[in-house]
């Protein structure tokens, strides 16, 4: 969940292949077969839907079949066609099916006029054969969503409410929910490039989706053009989602002085302290006083502001720099120097959707600890060597309760296959942050090159300004040519 997180994937033999040809382009087979048609909702105007139909057990591929939401918006000039960009959505859980639609508004004319933006909603989420786990309204709240331990460190509670939303989805989500793994989201895109009649497919996958997009060019290498991989996950795959969750300490102390300094401007309306030094202990010492005396939060979820509500709100507002004054304000308020906000809630169906797809993915790409004990060693450790977060991004998660095994060991990335990956990455993300993405390239080896953006928070191509970064990821995407060697790009 841009980052309940997790994933992992199929172990699989990859064919050997040497790099092909730089601006060689993938062939298309005339007519696709879709039955494309207007999309629903608020949407770019020139955006088609239609569905694609996969699987729901790749063992058994004349078995049951389950539907993909797809949706495109064809190059903007037909004779400088070049293929197809297929945008993979972050999460995991994450809509991905109006991704066309805002990368249109932001990529260059020169990406546009060269390839379909297609995006999809992945298995079991959005208007894909959907799932949920029909958690009740409590545990919908993403403290409990995310394991926040309680104020005195104490991890009991955490582990009654994971074990209880391993129990519900397990018994809730059907046979969907334990299809959905990384790996079979990267058979899913396979499918979708076969349905669409290209013989290659190009990719700018972001965030969870990083991963799935590197598991594809592992398992596909072959079907591979120009892929984008943008805010990357660390593969290792005897951790996956774990590791995701874990990042979340590094990610925050790389970030967080991003928004002290932010914070503590003068002409900020927002302003909270008056030196970028005094931001840490002021939120530090805020959240723990909330821990123990919170403030009444009516319509909110839970309906007061907390040690953990404020925690959470940090860690959210930390991934892009229009989200500061989310936090700013919220401390605020705490101190008692403003109203709380009117509570923003999610629609609570959507919520029960990507909830069940973040935690079918998390649990089923790769098995968990089941051992409490070790959750609570890890939390005391890291809560005094990480306060910021507190213990959350090593603590319990549904997957050591859920019932069911792995149904397939994690694909490892390796170096081998064509050169054809980029990597996009800023030097402060608090999700995936940069140590992350150095074990990504590592895995990719000569077949990737990165483009470190020295810029703070989530998403970092045509996100943050960076001329020198973002030029580099769209050269790569018009002529297919990487750079010669890893680059580095300066703060404009």
């Not at 150095?438 to 990737?448: E, N, Q, S, V």
Request: with cysteine.
């Amino acid at each position: 969940m841009s980052k309940l997180t997790g994933t992992t994937l199929a172990a699989l033999a990859v064919t050997v292949l040497s790099a092909l040809p730089a601006a060689a382009a993938p062939e298309h087979h005339g007519d696709d077969g879709l039955n494309w048609s207007a999309c629903q909702g608020q949407v770019d105007p020139r955006q088609q839907c239609a569905s694609v139909t996969v699987p729901l057990d790749y063992n058994d591929p004349d078995g049951q079949q389950i539907t993909l939401a797809i949706s495109r918006i064809p190059a903007a000039e037909s004779g400088l066609r070049h293929g197809v960009l297929l945008t993979v959505p972050g999460g995991p859980g994450g809509s991905g099916l109006n991704l066309p639609s805002s990368a249109a508004k932001r990529l260059p004319p020169s990406v546009r006029d060269r390839f379909d933006l297609v995006g999809f909603d992945p298995r079991g989420a959005g208007r894909s054969t959907p799932v949920s786990c029909g958690l009740d309204h409590a545990d919908l709240a993403m403290v409990n969503l995310r394991p926040w331990p309680a104020a005195d460190g104490s991890i009991d509670g955490n582990i009654a409410t994971e074990r209880r939303i391993a129990e519900t989805c397990a018994r809730n989500g059907g046979p969907v929910l334990r299809s959905i793994s990384s790996a079979n989201e990267a058979r899913d895109i396979d499918r979708i490039r076969q349905a669409l009649g290209e013989r290659r497919l190009s990719a700018w996958a972001t965030s969870y989706g990083t991963y799935p997009g590197a598991v594809y060019a592992t398992m596909f290498p072959r079907h591979t053009d120009r892929i984008v991989l943008d805010s990357n996950d660390d593969p290792d795959p005897s951790r996956v989602g774990r590791g995701w969750l874990a990042a979340f300490d590094q990610g925050a102390e790389d970030r967080f002085p991003d928004f002290a300094k932010w914070a503590s401007a003068p002409d900020n309306p927002d302003r909270v302290a008056d030196t970028p030094e005094q931001v840490r202990p002021l939120f530090l010492d805020l959240a723990a006083r909330l821990d123990h005396s919170p403030l009444p939060w009516p319509g909110a979820n839970p309906a007061e502001l907390n040690g953990n509500v404020l925690r959470e709100t940090m860690l959210e507002s930390l991934y892009a720099d229009a989200r500061f004054p989310d936090l700013a304000r919220l401390m605020l308020a705490g101190l008692g120097r403003r109203p709380l906000p009117a509570p923003v809630l999610p629609p609570e169906q959507a919520l029960q959707n990507t909830t069940a797809v973040s935690v079918a993915t998390l649990c089923n790409d790769v098995s968990w600890p089941s051992d409490p004990t070790g959750y609570a060693e890890d939390v005391a450790a890291d809560r005094a060597a990480h306060p910021l977060t507190a213990g959350l991004p090593v603590n319990v998660m549904p997957c050591a309760f859920w019932p069911f095994k792995p149904a397939e060991p994690p694909v490892r990335v390796t170096d081998r296959g064509p050169a054809n990956v980029l990597l996009a990455q800023n030097l402060r993300d608090p999700a995936t942050p940069y140590r992350g993405a150095l074990k990504l390239r590592a895995a990719f080896g000569d077949r990737a090159r990165m483009v470190t953006f020295d810029s703070g928070g989530h998403d970092a191509y045509l996100a943050n300004g960076n001329a020198c970064g973002d030029a580099a990821v769209t050269d790569f995407l018009v002529t297919g040519r990487r750079p010669a060697e890893d680059v580095f790009c300066p703060a404009d």
